[in-house]
């Protein structure tokens, strides 16, 4: 059946998958969603478990990317999942923690964090969905970053055909880790860049050059187009469903479960991409019972969740786990669309009110919904240390903060409810990401100034293996130095561009 999707903002706005992928979002602001969820039963699941992620990969997207040929997918899926960008041959990893919590490692990928899943496949998602559009311009990917999307986009992009991608990332705001791993990039259709502020100043301005008239008007003369690699596209939205339903395979595949048992899913949410897609794959047919959203300081979706009431008018942390320090949750549009049953109006009025007061109350009925599918609860930096301390001390098991803060809301629940079902918790970056954060949960002894020597002494202590692309980015030549105010951002875009 051939797929369409259509705006969260307006049921009439009707696109095929290769259209949605490459207009990124929709003229009215909503985001694309497809009109109905392919089905998966058992056999299909059964079927899964006898393969590979790549074969897998290839069964699940193509329910969803119908416009794609049979060899376009296969060519996508197969250079974005190549042995030497994934550090195990699995692509994924999924292990057992303690008592029925499985760790999904999502960062096997060549920049150690989660966003590596899809970015990895994006390019060549978006590369293909041009050729099927007859679109023959070049495609300028423009991406603000407050750390792990940039370099996971940058390493995605880099040196992809018809392609080139810009990063702007705040001069103050990025860990010396992450700054390092996006000055360094390789590739010749890569541009890295500073900016004066922090990371809503380099939003707002790439922001204001996607809605620059002129300039894509200019960009157009030169057969070139914007588009967009963040969570809103819906090309970064299917390859994260894949990964929830091949580890539902894995753990059948391992007989820890029979194909048909329900599982629980644990997730650390920020944008509120990665457990959408968890969504996604039980309204499909995964046997999913309860979705476990994982929030830190920033809790705007724990009171969504136990309230109704989504208030961003509230005050900004910056945690230990940086990657979820938002206040916008951009896809949680897409779970209210389909809460409301795909009534365009009803989103179209909580997100009007969402920005007029910065406040929407949802009704009565999808609250109930809501709560039925979904367990929100928050984790404190404090907690976060003692979680890391905690698995490292009775199960030698290191993991970084943003995993924490699900490691930590999964005990919780368990604590709370009972309920006995098997969990998978997304665990969505190296440790070594976020060494100094990590090594200070794990040793009361002082800590070295340098970030590579903090690498070192994590080593020692915990006889993790440092990922190679973290450790050899001290020998590596520093390429992007420059650093603009964020009133000049229109003119650095232009000049990359046009000269
Ligand atoms: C982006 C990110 C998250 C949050 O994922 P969302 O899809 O935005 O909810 C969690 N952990 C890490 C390490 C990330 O980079």
Redesign the pocket.
């Known amino acids: 059946m051939e797929m369409i999707l259509n705006s969260t903002r307006n049921n009439d706005n009707k696109v095929s998958p290769s259209l949605a992928i490459l207009q990124g979002i929709s003229q009215e602001g909503g985001l694309f969603v497809p009109s109905y969820f392919p089905k998966i039963d058992l056999d299909f699941l059964k079927e899964l478990s006898e393969l590979s992620y790549i074969e897998r990969a290839k069964k699940v997207l193509s329910l969803y990317l119908t416009d794609f040929s049979d060899d376009q997918l296969q060519k996508c899926i197969s250079k974005a999942y190549s042995p030497e960008k994934f550090d195990n041959g699995e692509i994924t990893q999924l292990s057992h923690l303690f008592e029925g919590r499985y760790m999904l490692e999502l960062w096997h990928g060549p920049t150690c964090?989660?966003?590596d899943m899809a970015l990895q496949l994006l390019p060549h998602l978006l590369k293909t969905s041009a050729k099927i559009n007859g679109c023959e311009d070049e495609i300028i990917i423009l991406t603000a970053t407050s750390g792990?999307?940039g370099k996971a986009a940058l390493d995605g992009f880099s040196d992809v055909e018809g392609t080139k991608i810009i990063v702007f990332y705040p001069a103050f705001g990025v860990s010396d880790m992450q700054k390092r791993q996006m000055i360094t990039q390789e590739g010749k259709n890569v541009s890295v860049c500073a900016i004066d502020g922090n990371f809503d100043d380099a939003q707002s301005a790439v922001k204001t050059i996607f809605t620059n008239e002129e300039l894509k008007a200019e960009l157009a003369k030169n057969n070139m187009r914007f588009s967009s690699a963040n969570?809103i596209n819906f090309g970064r939205l299917v390859p994260q469903v894949v990964y929830y339903i091949s580890s539902y395979c894995d753990l059948v595949k391992n007989g820890d479960i029979n194909t048909g048992d329900e599982v629980n899913i644990c997730v650390?949410?920020?944008?509120?991409?990665?457990?959408l897609a968890a969504y996604y794959a039980k309204q499909m047919g995964l046997p999913v019972g309860k979705f476990i959203c994982a929030s830190n300081k920033n809790n705007v979706l724990t009171d969504f969740i136990n309230t109704g009431v989504y208030n961003k008018n509230r005050d900004f942390y910056a945690t230990s786990s940086p990657?979820?320090d938002i206040l916008i949750s951009s896809n949680l549009e897409r779970l209210l669309y389909h809460l409301y049953d795909g009534d365009d109006k009803a989103v179209s009025e909580l997100y009007k009110s969402l920005n007029e007061t910065g406040v929407f109350k949802v009704s009565d009925t999808v609250l109930a919904k809501l709560q039925n599918e979904f367990y929100g609860e928050f984790c404190d930096d404090g907690k976060v240390k003692d979680v890391i301390g905690d698995l490292f001390e009775k199960y030698s098991y290191l993991c970084?903060t943003?995993t924490a803060v699900a490691v930590g809301v999964c005990n919780e629940y368990k604590d709370k409810t009972n309920d006995a079902r098997p969990v998978i918790i997304a665990s969505?970056?190296n440790p070594y990401k976020f060494t100094k954060n990590v090594l200070s949960a794990v040793t009361d002894k002082e800590l070295p100034n340098d970030e590579y020597d903090q690498l070192d002494m994590l080593n020692k202590i915990s006889g993790v293996e440092i990922p190679k692309s973290l450790g050899e980015l001290k020998n590596k030549e520093i390429r992007f130095k420059k650093q603009i105010d964020k009133a000049d951002i229109t003119d650095f875009v232009k000049k990359s561009l046009l000269g």
């Open positions: 964090a989660f966003k792990d999307t969570s650390p949410t920020g944008n509120f991409g990665n457990i990657s979820m970084d943003h969505t970056a």
